[in-house]
């Protein structure tokens, strides 16, 4: 039988996420995370929603160095004689 991991908190989720508690709650107010209420407004992220969140918003990373040969430039070397 598999363990369901357990509820996070706002400010773990936030710290999950690397963003502040006040966007934890604008995103759940968004859809963009699923929560559940316990008690009087004590707010409980699921962990699911969570990786959902990061898979969905997954960029592919750009390479830093082009793998593509580089085009040299040679400039000549210009003299230049300033006239008296």
Do not use: C
């Amino acid at each position: 039988m598999e363990m369901e991991q357990p509820l996070l908190r706002v400010h773990e989720a936030a710290r999950l996420l690397n963003v502040t508690k006040w966007t934890i709650y604008r995103w759940i107010e968004e859809g963009r995370l699923h929560g559940t209420k316990l008690g009087r407004g004590s707010v409980r992220i699921f962990p699911a929603s969570i990786a959902l969140l990061i898979d969905t918003y997954r960029t592919t990373p750009v390479p830093l160095l082009s793998t593509a040969p580089a085009e040299v430039v040679q400039m000549d070397a210009v003299r230049v004689r300033k006239r008296r």
